[in-house]
């Protein structure tokens, strides 16, 4: 795990927030959703993706596809754009 240096305190309400720095980086925005896990002393937040979301165009589908043994996960317009993309940078 990857110290970033930066500390806050919880609030009254038992809020904590997340730099601007780091929700950029992250790409987090206002209302989005975030995965809450524990582990040991440690509380870990992560985005909430849910499982069938397209990682190029975010749709969120039954029908989309999970490649590479789950890691890859894309809708036939993110294929479409995949596809594009690696014909273009392999044929130049």
Do not use: W
């Amino acid at each position: 795990m990857k110290s970033t240096g930066i500390v806050r305190k919880v609030d009254e309400l038992g809020r904590v927030v997340i730099p601007i720095e780091l929700r950029r980086t992250l790409d987090i925005h206002e209302k989005d959703a975030m995965e809450i896990y524990v582990d040991t002393d440690k509380i870990i937040l992560k985005k909430y993706k849910p499982n069938m979301t397209c990682d190029l165009t975010g749709e969120v589908s039954e029908d989309n596809f999970s490649l590479a043994n789950g890691k890859i996960v894309l809708s036939r317009e993110g294929a479409r754009q995949l596809v594009e993309e690696i014909e273009s940078r392999f044929n130049k």
